[in-house]
């Protein structure tokens, strides 16, 4: 079975800093894709950055970066120049490739962006 | 304790019947929001409610989609009358309180043929 894990469930960073939210999962899976959701107060899931297992070069989107270290099965997002707006919880989520329902969140990281 | 439980994990229905999903949430939980997943897209808010009551459904279709939450039982999300466009993948996520860590379910994949 898989299983995401987010060990952090509550971060802070000022204001046009960078801050860095951890995640790891667990799988015997060989070919999967893994997510970033962010989640503001409306609880619209917006889907942050989506990262496909066999490609090695880190997935980037404006920004947000993903460390994505197979070996270790590890998922981290980084977010640069941290705006006010980023203001939100974060989840985590593993999806098999062949099966578009199976998709795992972590517990999630409510990141608060200080002025 | 046994996290959200959705099921059917898998469903399929021909246009024009009804699809109906539930969701457990975690023990404890009051509050339960649902959503879609399109393919190729994120998850939308449809609804989000608590215990016999409809908080907030400004992401779920007029027409056609219904939810509850009783006081006993799982929630269910009521689809009449399906669409080939109804076909996705519908999650449900539990948390004790409005502010709380929301857990999500393993999803109902709906497929309209």
């Known amino acids: 079975a898989q299983t995401v894990t987010q060990s952090q469930p509550e971060m802070s960073v000022q204001e046009a800093e960078t801050v860095t939210l951890s995640c790891t999962y667990d799988?015997?899976?060989?070919?999967?894709?893994l997510f970033w959701y962010k989640q503001p107060p409306s609880r619209q899931m917006i889907l942050v950055i989506r990262q496909e297992a066999y490609k090695q070069q880190n997935a980037t989107e404006n920004r947000f970066s993903v460390n994505f270290q197979k070996a270790a099965k590890s998922f981290s997002l980084k977010i640069s120049d941290s705006q006010l707006g980023d203001t939100a919880m974060y989840f985590c989520?593993?999806?098999?490739?062949?099966?578009?329902?199976?998709?795992?969140f972590g517990a999630g990281t409510r990141l608060t962006v200080k002025p | 304790n046994a996290g959200v439980m959705q099921n059917p994990r898998h469903l399929v229905r021909r246009r024009g019947q009804e699809a109906r999903l539930r969701c457990s949430p975690m023990?404890?939980?009051?509050?339960v929001y649902w959503y879609r997943q399109l393919p190729e897209e994120g998850l939308k808010f449809m609804v989000y409610?608590?215990?016999?009551?409809?908080?907030?459904e400004s992401g779920m279709p007029k027409e056609r989609f219904s939810a509850e939450f009783p006081k006993e039982g799982p929630s269910i999300l009521r689809i009449q009358q399906v669409v080939r466009g109804d076909s996705a993948a519908y999650f449900c996520a539990s948390s004790r309180n409005p502010t709380g860590e929301a857990f999500f379910g393993q999803g109902t994949r709906l497929t309209v043929v």
């Open positions: 989520a593993f999806m098999k490739h062949e099966d578009n329902n199976d998709m795992r």
């Open positions: 409610l608590q215990k016999e009551n409809i908080i907030d």
């Open positions: 023990k404890g939980h009051s509050h």
């Open positions: 799988t015997s899976e060989s070919n999967y894709y």
